[in-house]
C-alpha cells in the first residue's frame, strides 16, 4: 500500500513536473530546429508523424485522432500537399474519402531530419556529459520511459 504524500513532498514532485515540462519542450524544440522540415506548424507535423507511425489515413481518420473537426483537417492536409509532403487515392472502399500517405519527398525528409536530431543530440551528449552522466541520462530515459507507459 503507498503512502499519502506530504504537502512538502506534493510541491516538490509538482516543482520536478514543471520543470520537466519545460525541459522536454526546449528539447522538442531544438530537436525541430535540428530536423529541417521548414516552417511546419505543430498540428502539421503531428499529421506526418502519424502517417508515418501508422500509415495511410483518410482526413476524417486523421481529425479523429488528433481531435479536430475534419474541416480544419482538411486544411492541414491542404497545405501538407501544397508542399510535396502528403498525396491521396481515392479510398477503395468508399470512392467519396481520399485515402492520404506521405510522399517519398516525405519520407526522405522525415530521414533525413531523424539523422539531423540523432547526429545533433549525439554530439551533444558526448561534449557536454562525462561518462558517468551519460549513465545518469541512460538511468533517466529508462524511468521517462515508465512515466510515459501506458
Do not use: H, Y
Not at 525541430?32 to 501508422?54: A, F, H, I, M, P
Not at 500509415?55 to 480544419?72: D, F, H, N, Y
Not at 561518462?131 to 501506458?150: D, F, V
Amino acid at each position: 500500500m503507498s503512502e499519502i504524500p506530504s504537502n512538502t513532498d506534493v510541491a516538490r514532485i509538482t516543482a520536478l513536473a514543471g520543470e520537466l515540462r519545460v525541459v522536454v519542450g526546449q528539447l522538442k524544440r531544438r530537436l525541430r530546429e535540428q530536423s529541417n522540415l521548414g516552417d511546419l506548424s505543430w498540428t502539421q507535423l503531428r499529421v506526418l508523424s502519424r502517417l508515418d507511425r501508422e500509415g495511410p489515413a483518410t482526413v476524417t481518420a486523421l481529425a479523429r485522432a488528433e481531435g479536430i473537426r475534419p474541416q480544419s483537417m482538411g486544411e492541414t492536409v491542404a497545405a501538407l500537399k501544397a508542399v510535396g509532403f502528403v498525396s491521396g487515392k481515392p479510398d477503395p472502399n468508399d470512392g467519396r474519402q481520399t485515402v492520404l500517405s506521405l510522399t517519398p519527398a516525405c519520407v526522405k525528409a522525415i530521414k533525413s531530419g531523424r539523422a539531423a536530431n540523432d547526429d545533433w543530440l549525439s554530439k551533444a551528449i558526448s561534449a557536454r556529459l562525462e561518462a558517468s552522466e551519460q549513465e545518469q541520462l541512460a538511468a533517466a530515459i529508462e524511468l521517462l520511459k515508465r512515466i510515459i507507459a501506458t
